[in-house]
């Protein structure tokens, strides 16, 4: 078998996503036929120790304090931002400009003017981009598209969408980029999902009215004092949908006792279907067309029926997990590379999302109705 040619990655960041992204690398080329050989080259860090520990930890050959020694490495093939939401632009602006093929986590940046001329920069390089979105690589959501568009659920008639944790819900926390108007608030930072989720299963939205709340006025500065909060703790919309369903959305990072509930509801004029990514190894279908006495929500659960599942176990019920998630995500985002497939969430997608929640802060800001270009 002809050996595949490397592809150099250069991480750049080693919190929680930096890791998941790294399990993804780990995992993929052992599940799916990629075609590549993936190189784990260089993580960058804070510091130099804390790369070189990092490296250590993770499997790279070598850490750097300093993320332009990645960019400017002839070496690098991909770099793949997971720093903080703000540092996105100045990031994948410089690897777009040495020719690097880019994957960023979400969001892509915290303006949408800025997502722009990032996707309009990588379009002009004619390099690959990826947006980390991995929520919609799961095989249920993938099913419950199918079934959407099949006319499985008749006329699609409304939808609700909500993504809600708790790990900004203590008032005490200090001060983060997570509360920096230019690192975001809770509607980019989590209802980026949603939206993406809402979009990904009914088309495009049309116009939202939206409403955004600061709830956690100040927070600790980590000096002795206390810093004003403007970002939102709590962002919701009404939707409407360019295909006439109507419906919602919900992101909020103070859910006290939520970990993870990236929900969804849709309703149609034959059936309707129920997904919680707290128990995302399931679907739920209900069919009007069952049998009087016989109807109810039936439980859908994963399997080797829904691919890729199959790949990663023969048995059903066995159940991928999240860093599963982002393995797929990666293994679509080689074929993309390769140009084999289209980019699954480019920076042209990105910005899109961005787009939204922009959109729903102005509608919020207006309270009125505001039409999505």
Request: aromatic residues 8%.
């Amino acid at each position: 078998m002809p050996a595949k040619p490397p592809l150099r990655v250069g991480l750049i960041g080693t919190g929680f996503m930096g890791k998941t992204h790294t399990f993804g690398f780990a995992t993929a080329p052992r599940v799916f036929d990629l075609p590549f050989d993936l190189v784990l080259d260089t993580v960058a860090d804070r510091t130099d120790m804390l790369a070189a520990n990092a490296a250590a930890t993770l499997g790279f050959a070598k850490g750097t304090g300093d993320w332009r020694t990645i960019v400017a490495d002839p070496a690098i093939d991909l770099v793949d931002i997971t720093a903080p939401n703000a540092l996105h632009k100045e990031m994948a602006l410089a690897a777009i400009a040495a020719g690097k093929h880019v994957y960023c986590e979400k969001p892509l940046a915290p303006l949408a003017a800025d997502a722009r001329e990032m996707a309009d920069a990588a379009e002009a390089a004619g390099v690959k981009t990826q947006v980390g979105f991995n929520y919609l690589c799961n095989p249920m959501i993938g099913l419950a598209r199918e079934m959407i568009a099949a006319g499985e659920l008749g006329e699609i008639r409304s939808y609700r969408g909500v993504h809600a944790e708790d790990y900004m819900a203590d008032a005490t926390a200090p001060f983060s980029f997570r509360n920096d108007p230019v690192g975001g608030g809770a509607l980019a930072d989590i209802g980026s999902h949603a939206l993406a989720t809402a979009e990904h299963l009914l088309g495009p939205i049309a116009e939202v009215l939206g409403d955004c709340a600061t709830v956690i006025r100040e927070r600790p500065d980590g000096k002795g004092g206390a810093r004003a909060v403007v970002t939102d703790d709590v962002g919701r919309a009404f939707l409407r949908f360019a295909n006439g369903a109507s419906g919602s959305v919900e992101a909020n990072w103070i859910a006290m006792g939520r970990k993870m509930q990236h929900d969804f509801e849709v309703y149609g004029s034959k059936g309707a279907l129920v997904f919680s990514q707290e128990r995302f190894n399931e679907l739920r279908f209900h069919s009007a067309g069952d049998a009087a006495g016989r109807r109810g929500f039936r439980r859908i659960e994963a399997g080797p029926d829904h691919p890729p599942y199959g790949l990663f176990c023969v048995a059903p019920g066995h159940q991928l997990g999240f860093n599963d998630l982002k393995a797929i995500e990666i293994a679509r985002y080689m074929d993309a590379i390769a140009g084999k497939a289209e980019e699954p969430f480019g920076f042209r997608k990105g910005l899109r999302i961005q787009s939204l929640v922009e959109a729903i802060h102005d509608s919020s800001r207006a309270v009125a109705w505001t039409h999505v270009s």
